[in-house]
């Protein structure tokens, strides 16, 4: 940890006032300290950047393939060792590590595929006679990616896939929370001979994340976090009016109709909440349960949340980990005072765990009403707030009363009725009688307070590539 940072190709010691401290959640101590970098070294990262982007360009797309097929192959071989970091410093399952380094791969791999499918260029009919033009797409220049500590490695391979597939030269911020697992692709890189300046890594609290933000120099940036970082990364972007990306925050509905088979449902209802302990911005963390069910589903369901194994992944069989920073073990809490002040009825859960690392128990609270902070605000924890519906109109009212539109999940044995009411909600991407399964070939990305542009699927690539028309006149 000397040498955390990777600039213009090589590594070096941090310059910043901050020392970083990796935690394993699970026991609440400390596995890594590292200093962070300061504005010095983030301006010659998105120099390196500036300097690199003129010949990685116009790098051969075969080749751009063939390296981002190198990055896919490197994880596979590094598959085990980062499945075991995610567990140690995210505190995740082993299950859900894996499926978070298979996303990283099958990522990679798309966006090679991807560009190898793509004209660059492309011609365009035109009505008007005497004039011939054609399409390109051109990358759009520096990016800045900053990722959050939920999803490490998955989601700085959402943005640093298509950006590189695209042509564009990148610097990558992690983390302070998880600043260890994106060196990888630092490794990477400098195992699989990326021309130096291409793929930029420097680590650091808010300053670090501003200088990044506030540059200059940058063409574009790409943020996923909070809607409060992510209000200051628009600002500091509107100052150059250059183009961002923002996936941030959601308060997602999950909408359980009366035909649904309850054991069912429990388990959609679960996995929507309580994966990474809830820790996720596509949480469905609002359940609207149609009234003829509500009797049956939410005993059952507050049988399963007491029933869920709370534990450290690395050496007990568990369905759910801790929160992954003290941070947020406190704001979960807070959250658990507000609703006993609240008077919120909790049918299970509501405390934190009394025992080493930070955990908290999945909790659960009926008819909570519209008014409650708990409804309206994002927690980021194993926290399930209800309420009953009796007609699908009131379903969808209900579920689009937010700020937020990110996902959503709708539960019917009625396809039709199931296909209606995810047409009519406000949100970026609903499953019907599902886990949340996400494909790379699908888009990610929300509606109002949720965020900016799409990620995944060739959306994603898109938001890397500048549109270009050169028209000719033929006279």
Not at 34 to 54: E, G, H, I
Not at 160 to 170: D, E, F, S
Not at 277 to 288: I, N, V
Not at 338 to 349: K, Q, V, Y
């Amino acid at each position: 940890m000397n040498t955390p940072h990777y600039i213009d190709g090589q590594w070096v010691a941090g310059a910043g006032n901050d020392c970083l401290v990796a935690y394993d959640p699970s026991l609440a101590h400390p596995i890594a300290e590292l200093r962070s970098a300061d504005r010095v070294q983030v301006d010659q990262a998105v120099t390196a950047a500036r300097r690199a982007l003129p010949a990685w360009k116009a790098t051969p797309v075969a080749e751009r393939a063939a390296l981002l097929r190198g990055f896919a192959e490197h994880l596979v071989q590094q598959r085990d060792a980062l499945v075991t970091l995610q567990m140690r410093n995210n505190g995740k399952p082993r299950h859900e590590a894996e499926v978070d380094v298979d996303d990283a791969v099958a990522t990679f791999t798309y966006y090679a595929a991807l560009i190898e499918q793509q004209d660059a260029s492309s011609d365009v009919a035109l009505a008007a006679p005497g004039f011939s033009s054609r399409t390109r797409r051109e990358p759009v220049g520096v990016v800045g990616l900053i990722v959050p500590w939920n999803f490490p490695l998955v989601t700085s391979a959402w943005k640093l896939a298509p950006a590189l597939a695209a042509g564009c030269t990148v610097v990558l911020k992690p983390s302070e929370v998880t600043p260890l697992i994106e060196q990888t692709y630092a490794r990477i890189a400098e195992q699989l001979g990326l021309p130096a300046g291409v793929l930029n890594l420097v680590i650091g609290q808010a300053e670090t994340g501003a200088a990044l933000s506030e540059h200059p120099d940058l063409d574009k940036l790409s943020f996923t976090g909070s809607n409060g970082v992510g209000s200051q990364v628009m600002r500091s972007s509107a100052a150059y009016c250059r183009p961002v990306t923002l996936e941030l925050g959601g308060k997602s509905a999950i909408i359980v109709f009366d035909d649904c088979d309850p054991d069912q449902a429990v388990e959609w209802i679960v996995a929507g909440i309580c994966w990474n302990a809830g820790q996720m911005c596509s949480a469905t963390s609002r359940l609207l349960v149609q009234d003829g069910i509500a009797e049956t589903l939410l005993p059952r369901l507050q049988a399963a949340f007491a029933a869920l194994r709370v534990g450290n992944p690395l050496t007990d069989a568990i369905d759910m980990g801790p929160l992954t920073s003290a941070a947020q073990w406190h704001k979960v809490a807070e959250y658990f005072q507000i609703a006993r002040a609240e008077g919120l009825h909790c049918l299970t859960g509501g405390a934190t765990l009394a025992r080493e690392g930070w955990f908290v128990s999945p909790t659960l609270y009926v008819d909570v009403p519209d008014s409650s902070r708990l409804w309206q605000e994002e927690i980021f924890g194993p926290v399930l707030c209800t309420q009953r519906f009796s007609t699908e109109a009131q379903a969808i009212a209900l579920a689009n009363d937010s700020r937020f539109g990110l996902v959503a999940t709708v539960a019917s044995a009625d396809l039709s009725r199931a296909e209606r009411v995810a047409d009519a909600l406000e949100v970026g991407h609903v499953w019907i009688n599902s886990v949340q399964a996400v494909f790379v070939e699908t888009s990610w990305g929300g509606t109002k307070g949720s965020g900016i542009g799409r990620e995944l699927g060739p959306w994603g690539l898109a938001a890397y590539q500048s549109i270009k028309h050169v028209t000719r006149c033929l006279g």
